[in-house]
Structures are given as C-alpha cells and as structure tokens.
C-alpha cells in the first residue's frame, strides 16, 4: 500500500469551496486563521501572501497555488500599505471583491480532517507550500485547478461536487510534489519517502500492518541489512522500523474505534495483536488511555 494514500484515506480528507475573489488597484484581505488546511490559486494577475509568524511574503504569480498547512492568520494584498479589509466583510455571497479592479483573480477552498490529521500529517509539513505555475512538475495541479475554475464558472450539473474531488486531486499532486521537491522539509513517515530504503519498509507495513514484521524482514525486502535498514529508518522517520509499526497498527486501531462498534477483541486481531490485552496495553502506552476510553470520548465529540 502507498503511505501517503492510506494516511489521507484515515483521515477522511474532504474538500469545500469557497467563494471566488476579484481584486485591483491598491488592495489587502486579511483572512482568520483556518480550521482545517487552506488553499487559494491565483487565476489571473499576481499578488503576495503574507502569513503570520513567517518572515517574508510569498509572490504569486498566475497559475500559482498555496496551502496554508497550519491554523495562522494571513493577508492577501497588492499594495503592503494599503488599508487591509477583513475578509468577513466581502465574503458571503457570489464572487468577493476588493480595491478597485478585477486584474486578480483567486479561487480559494480548503480540506478538512479526520481527528488525528495533526499528529499524522499536518505536523510533518511546512506552514506554507507554495507550487509556482513555472515549476515542470506542477502541470497535474495546475489542470485540476483549471478545471476547478471551469467547473465554478459555467455551473454543469453537479459542478460543486466535481470541483471538490478534483480539489483532492490537487491536494495529493502537491504534497507529491512538495514531498518530491523539498524532502528535509518535511518530517516522521513523509520524510522516509525520499529514502527508496526507508520508503520499501513503509510500504511493506502500510500493505501488511497485522503481519509480525522484523527489522530482518524490513531489510531483506530492501535488499540492504538490518543495522542499515534501522540506522537509515531511524535517520529519516525519527524512531525505529518497529515503533513505526506500532504506532501505525493503534493509528488503525483508534480508527476502527471511532468508527463502528466492533469489539475491542476483534479490533486488536485485525491489527496485529494476539489478544485485546496486548493490544490495550499498547493503545494505552501510544494514546495515553485504554481503548474503551477513547471509544468513549470520540462518542462525546460527536454529540
């Protein structure tokens, strides 16, 4: 199995679109910090993003797109001294628009998450990932967003549901890309993509995660020795072939246990563990509770 499509697929990645913005002359939006992670692409004209806590803007060209990975505020502007406008005032229906023209373009959205998207994904990533419309490799996101774009503007039957999955398939292509462009950028499982050793020992747990994997196994499939394959594993992931194996099989586990009723005993079977108490103990030493207790809590969130 590919790590990057089982972690999304835990998550239950979802996307929404938000109103398109127009804008010229002299102009600033400044947005709240998201709930989930943000995206806006440029369409036509250029502008800069600013983000909080980050040192320099980025320049957007046409064609470029953004995620904004971490819940901070942002601006969007052509001018820095422009007086800035909050973006709740011009949003809530049809197209925003801000200053004095439409010579910029944006298409905005963003991808909600499961419960533990932070510790699996969002916390391995940059705050910011920009994909410039010059890069070779950007051409998959860029024809989603152009059909994203299509979509909005000429409302076909089920446009808005069409445009949200070709939003995922942006999102995929970009963190493919950035995982690709920019590996020490990224941390844990996803900076053990840019090892092929390291990355064989993920696919082999993703694909068989109930099978009693050893470092030996993991190290013969990648043609390499053990104590290689544990320095290298080690190196790139931040914790040995092992430990990543247990933390991905209670990742699964809490999984299951958000989402039906199947007893705790079963669960553990599926996963790996030869009985409910191991895996209790396991859960309890990654989770910091026992399985019943998170059960019990993602039933409270729901209410």
Known sequence: MDPLQDVLSLLGTTSYLSAGMTAGGSWSVTFEPPAGVKFNAVSRGACRL?????????????????????????????????PSIPA????????????????????????SFGARARALLLDALPAVIHVPAAAPEAATALWALGQIDTELRHEKPASGLVAEHLAIVMLIQILRLHLARAPGSVAGWAAGLADPVVASALRSVHAHPAYPWT???????????????AARFRAAVGRGP????????????????????????????????????ALSVAFKRVMGVSPATYRRQADHSRL
């Not at 190290?219 to 390499?224: D, I, K, L, M």
């Not at 247990?246 to 599926?270: K, P």
């Open 50 to 82: 600013a983000v909080d806590g980050l040192p320099e803007a980025v320049e957007l060209a046409e064609g470029d797109c953004f995620l904004l990975t971490q819940p901070r505020a942002f601006q969007l502007y052509s001018d820095p001294a422009a």
């Open 88 to 111: 709740g005032t011009i949003f809530g229906g049809g197209v925003a628009r801000a200053g004095s023209g439409d010579e910029v373009a944006l298409i905005g959205g963003g991808f």
């Open 215 to 229: 470092v030996a196994e993991l190290a013969g499939a990648a043609a390499v020795s053990r104590s290689t394959m």
């Open 242 to 277: 092992l430990e990543y194996l247990t933390g991905w099989r209670i990742e699964l586990a809490a999984d299951r246990l958000r989402r039906d009723s199947g007893t705790v005993a079963a669960i553990a079977r599926e996963v790996g563990y030869g009985s409910e108490s």
